[in-house]
T-cell receptor
């Protein structure tokens, strides 16, 4: 069974701090996606990474796909209260192609 | 453009009652997904449709759960009879393609509480 474990589970920081959240698996994924879910809303796609070692930037967010395509990280520079939410990684099951979601990291950024 | 539209947004019902959740996917999207989200289990795929046909319902927890998609613009998820452990947020989502790496667009969710 392919699993995606995210860490940390919870993170509370002050505005302006930097942070990194991780998405790890023992299985290889053809691609990984990162979603952000704000309170009371559905998840919204932030990025898709498809190549081992790939780095993508979205303003203050930097996403990296591991060389072996088993893990990914999301780094946020100078976090803002608007970054508050649940961050989910997701990848397709190798056999069924169904999207598997990670356990999530709940981020709170205080002003 | 309208996104995925779900109703009701919130539902509180008594144990044993029938619950029907509704979804209108984004026009032109061939795939429709029903997910359930809880603190304990995270986001789980219940069932998905391709061109109105159910493809995989292996995530449906029990026979009490059923889903239909009578046409390209409407789907329902029904729970009968409902139980307190069904309390969760139910998301409908749609995608233009079922290929991995494609964007899945989620609705705002239906918050179900069974007392």
């Amino acid at each position: 069974t392919q699993l995606l474990e995210q860490s940390p589970q919870f993170l509370s920081i002050q505005e302006g701090e930097n942070l990194t959240v991780y998405c790890n698996s023992s299985s290889v994924f053809s691609s990984l996606q990162w979603y952000r879910q704000e309170p009371g809303e559905g998840p919204v796609l932030l990025v898709t990474v498809v190549t081992g070692g790939e780095v993508k930037k979205l303003k203050r967010l930097t996403f990296q796909f591991g060389d072996a395509r088993k893990d990914s990280s999301l780094h946020i520079t100078a976090a803002q209260p608007g970054d508050t939410g649940l961050y989910l990684c997701a990848g397709p099951n190798v056999n069924t192609d169904k999207l598997i979601f990670g356990t999530g990291t709940r981020l709170q950024v205080f002003p | 453009d309208a996104g995925v539209i779900q109703s009701p947004r919130h539902e509180v019902t008594e144990m044993g009652q029938e619950v029907t959740l509704r979804c209108k996917p984004i026009s032109g999207h061939d795939y429709l997904f029903w997910y359930r989200q809880t603190m304990m289990r995270g986001l789980e795929l219940l069932i998905y449709f391709n061109n109105n046909v159910p493809i995989d319902d292996s995530g449906m927890p029990e026979d009490r759960f059923s889903a239909k998609m009578p046409n390209a613009s409407f789907s329902t998820l029904k729970i009968q009879p409902s139980e307190p452990r069904d309390s969760a947020v139910y998301f409908c989502a749609s995608s233009p393609s079922g290929r991995s790496g494609n964007t899945i667009y989620f609705g705002e969710g239906s918050w179900l509480t069974v007392v």
